[in-house]
């Protein structure tokens, strides 16, 4: 999808429509592993957001800076540290999941300091990917996992249904989840095994 901001034109990657859609209006918002701040500047000029930044590239630093956004330059867990509790509306952590040390840590340090969570990753469990296991014997690559077992940045598999019973563990509750393919269409039917991506809004169990 493209999107024309203030005459300004954007080929938006298939999953921010749905985190965009996903953000109320003027929210305060930080992403984690923000990159080259597309999102945020997305985030800034569409949904009006105040927006900030974590990324532990440099190159991406400057990028986001270029664009006039605030980013942090540090490790994800590093930039959550000195944070207030709900210091923002949103956090977010855009296919980031799966590269993870501490999984159970993070997304409760996220729910700390944003009222609301935003969390998006590729499903292990893609019909496909399951059958490539079963019939050869090798990782599976994808759209969504193009990578070599020898040069993934990957190290967990998660699937839909072990995120919403991790969150069920951990005391997260899921507001919403979408299910996509990587043409950005969304799965409804047997979404565990016909989407490439979840996307997941957390919130606090009050």
């Known amino acids: 999808m493209i999107y024309n901001v203030n005459k300004e034109f954007f080929e938006v990657r298939f999953d921010y429509n749905v985190i965009m859609d996903m953000v109320e209006q003027n929210s305060k918002v930080l992403d984690l592993g923000c990159g080259n701040g597309e999102l945020l500047e997305l985030l800034k000029k569409k949904n009006g957001c105040l927006v900030s930044g974590v990324d532990k590239h440099e190159p991406s630093v400057i990028q986001c800076m270029a664009k006039g ?120 039917f047997f979404p565990s095994w016909f989407s490439e991506y979840g996307i997941f809004l957390l919130e606090k169990i009050k």
């Open 69 to 188: 956004i605030s980013v942090l330059h540090a490790e994800i867990n590093e930039g959550l540290e000195d944070l207030g509790d709900d210091s923002y509306d949103y956090v977010i952590l855009s296919r980031t999941l799966q590269q993870i040390s501490e999984p159970e840590k993070t997304l409760k340090e996220m729910l700390r300091v944003g009222k609301k969570i935003i969390v998006s990753f590729p499903n292990f469990s893609f019909w496909p990917v399951r059958l490539k296991l079963l019939f050869t014997a090798t990782l599976p690559e994808s759209n969504a996992l193009p990578y070599h077992w020898f040069n993934t940045p990957n190290i967990r598999v998660i699937t839909l249904k072990d995120f919403e019973r991790f969150a069920s563990m951990f005391g997260f509750r899921i507001a919403k989840m979408v299910a996509l393919r990587s043409n950005g269409k969304k799965v409804s």
